[in-house]
């Protein structure tokens, strides 16, 4: 009698279980039900996403998102958005968040993120000229040197975290703020590896210096409701699928190769 009761209840739970999962409400089932795939970006991140005059984006991401939405059979519609405002912003207003996006565990304290779908640590990029004095972190980190950043992302913090000397320049455009380096303005830039690769073919005048040896580890990933695990499903079954065809790789090399 004791063991009927024990199956029963072990029955009713994985039952209860069942429905409870058919009726948690997902963003997957919203996304679909609305026909928009909201997605949060910033704009000012080539190679990813690049806000342009005409007000639409393009970029690694941009064509992703496209091909995301395409998947679920809606729409994308973006949002721009701000590093500093990146993480309230897509809890208020956005399904996903592209555009070069770094997995943080400051960032993983409020969302969820999908599967990395590339590594890329931080690289120095410097004028050509200069790039044998900026061959090290500690190089860079000295007194006379101009190091200049972007506020409100990873760079900040990079920055803030390993400049003990360096005399560090917040240059709120990252649209620009190659330029600044460019002209004399500042000495050397720490950012993401693949914005250095980018960022040396717009400028011959700069060189990223060893991008394959990246100054500290990251992964990139889109920024995903906390929790929602059917639509995280879905959205890492897509780039499973997207980089096994090839297609990922297709995206990749049209703007980095």
């Known amino acids: 009698m004791k063991k009927f009761i024990f ?12 429905v409870s999962a058919q009726t948690t409400p997902t963003r997957l089932d919203e996304i679909i039900k609305s026909g928009t795939l909201r997605v949060c ?12 005059g005409d007000n ?3 970029g690694i991401d941009v064509d992703l998102a496209q091909s995301l939405a395409k998947a679920l059979g809606v729409e994308a519609r973006f949002v721009k958005t701000s590093w500093t405002n990146l993480t ?13 996006v770094s997995v943080t565990l400051e960032r993983q304290k409020k ?3 999908s599967v990395p779908h590339m590594v890329d640590g931080k690289a120095a990029i410097a004028r050509c000229a200069d790039v044998g004095k900026f061959q090290s972190l500690a ?18 913090r990079f920055a803030r975290a390993n400049y003990k000397q360096a005399q560090l320049i917040l240059h709120p455009d990252n649209v620009t703020i190659f330029d600044q380096i460019v002209q004399g ?9 693949s ?38 499903e879905f959205v890492d079954t897509w780039m499973h699928q997207l980089k096994a065809t090839g297609e990922y790789d297709r995206v990749f090399n049209q703007w980095l190769k």
């Open 111 to 113: 969302v969820s993120f």
């Open 56 to 58: 639409s984006f393009e």
């Open 88 to 100: 309230n912003d897509f809890l208020e207003k956005c399904d996903i968040a592209m555009g070069g």
């Open 195 to 232: 914005e250095t690769m980018w960022q040396a073919k717009l400028h011959p005048q700069l060189c990223s210096i060893h991008p394959d040896q990246p100054l500290q580890f990251s992964e990139k990933a889109f920024m995903l409701p906390r929790g929602d695990v059917p639509f995280k």
């Open 139 to 156: 190089a860079i980190d000295q007194p006379s040197t101009r190091a200049i950043v972007n506020p409100g992302g990873t760079n900040e």
């Open 185 to 193: 303005k500042a000495d050397v830039m720490v950012t993401d590896a």
């Open 7 to 18: 199956t029963l209840v072990l029955t009713l739970s994985a039952a209860a279980s069942s």
């Open 41 to 52: 970006m910033t704009g000012d991140y080539k190679p990813f996403t690049f806000l342009k």
